[in-house]
């Protein structure tokens, strides 16, 4: 049955990169393939929410809502309500799959001035899937689905700061039971966040806020989609850090300006040896052999730790033949930058923008984002859209697409 081709398509069309086909590389020039880090369940990074998803998907630092969970928990303590309820729901590959998309339920609860619970529920349909065997005959008509539940604690630390742990249990059923061996996937994961935010006087007549949040999320077990299997992938345990500016212009008018930078603490590939004829080594044990960078069959930990030096340094073009891109140039292609930019007026009213920029080795995910919000007493309203920049059609799972969230305030 063809279980394996179908959760490899799966994987590939979650992590919504572009083709992982060759690109010119400025910098170096000539023809290079591209390395990029894959992980399993990587629906738990997709940003669920219309607020930071129209500024660049940023918000380790940005003010706090019901939605940030998703960024960094530790701002649950910044909450200007006592309680709120958050939903928000994005559509997914809508030019492909009509019924595919992540729904995202939030809640968060004041517990006092200095501490504070959150609580989320994410939900991602794969659509309606028709499972075949090898001959090409129908095997029914599924639903693959994944979902993630998490919970928080935050409180503050400081007069400033603030810290949070979290705890999340994931679940992906892509084989729905189909195929020998197939079996559910599922993780045991943590964040662990800090959050520092304080009024500032940089500027003349003007109030001013200045904040920083780093945050590592999904800290937690692998995942296998086969039970006889030994083999298990990483989930997107990663890391976002950043810092962010209000100013309040006046009695009526804020602008707001932040940048999040974001890494995979997942091992990178490395470059694995070829015999002459083009095709790859293996040793004794039947086990492809690391010419350039390091194993990734490692534990979750020292995956953590060797991401940040990992990197191979090395690739190969359209010949086929190895060329070198620097240990030091690759890793600092790992780390992805969000801008954000939002204005609110008395309040009510806000407009958002963003964005998003990742290298061409590692994906070639870059977009901009706009956004707009309207409050209305204890409701509201955020909106999102998502235009891809780098010249390709089809390059983002989320781009000529509108998404929504409501939100109410106790």
């Not at 595919?100 to 899937?129: P, V």
């Not at 191979?312 to 010949?319: A, C, E, M, V």
Request: glycine share 10%; hydrophobic share 40%.
């Amino acid at each position: 049955m063809k279980i394996k081709a179908f959760l490899l398509l799966a994987i590939g069309i979650l992590i919504g990169f572009q083709s992982y086909g060759q690109y010119y590389d400025e910098l170096t020039g000539g023809e290079r393939n591209p390395n990029v880090i894959t992980t399993a369940v990587p629906f738990i990074s997709i940003a669920p929410d219309s607020r930071g998803g129209a500024m660049g998907d940023c918000g380790v630092s940005s003010e706090a809502d019901v939605f940030s969970m998703n960024y960094n928990p530790a701002k649950y303590t910044y909450l200007k309500e006592d309680m709120s309820v958050g939903l928000g729901y994005s559509p997914w590959l809508q030019h492909l799959v009509p019924d595919m998309h992540l729904a995202y339920l939030a809640f968060a609860k004041k517990l006092n001035s200095e501490s504070a619970l959150g609580a989320t529920l994410r939900y991602f349909s794969c659509g309606d899937i028709t499972f075949r065997d090898a001959a090409g005959n129908s095997l029914g008509d599924y639903k693959p689905n994944e979902w993630a539940v998490d919970a928080t604690y935050s409180r503050m630390l400081t007069d400033y700061l603030s810290g949070a742990v979290a705890g999340r249990f994931i679940y992906s059923n892509l084989t729905q039971g189909q195929g020998e061996g197939s079996s559910v996937g599922w993780s045991v994961a943590a964040d662990v966040a800090v959050y520092y935010k304080r009024p500032v006087e940089w500027f003349r007549d003007m109030d001013a806020e200045f904040a920083w949040g780093v945050c590592v999320n999904n800290i937690g077990s692998k995942v296998s989609y086969r039970s006889t299997s030994v083999d298990k992938d990483f989930i997107p345990t990663t890391l976002r850090f950043g810092p962010s500016m209000k100013l309040d212009l006046d009695e009526y008018n804020s602008l707001s300006f932040m940048v999040d930078v974001t890494k995979l603490l997942v091992p990178t590939p490395p470059l694995y040896a070829k015999n002459p004829n083009g095709s790859y080594m293996v040793d004794e044990n039947g086990n492809l052999v690391v010419e350039e960078g390091m194993s990734d069959d490692v534990s979750v930990m020292v995956g953590i730790i060797h991401s940040f030096y990992d990197a191979p340094g090395y690739s190969y073009d359209g010949y086929g033949n190895k060329v070198g891109l620097g240990k030091f140039y690759e890793e600092l292609c790992e780390y992805n930058i969000g801008l954000g930019a939002e204005y609110w007026y008395n309040n009510v009213f806000a407009v958002r923008a963003g964005y998003f920029n990742e290298t061409a080795l590692k994906g070639n995910r870059k977009y901009i984002t706009l956004g707009a919000a309207l409050k209305y007493n204890v409701f509201g309203l955020d909106v999102s859209y998502l235009v891809p920049v780098n010249g390709s059609y089809g390059s983002n799972p989320l781009e000529d697409t509108w998404r929504f969230n409501l939100t109410y305030d106790f």
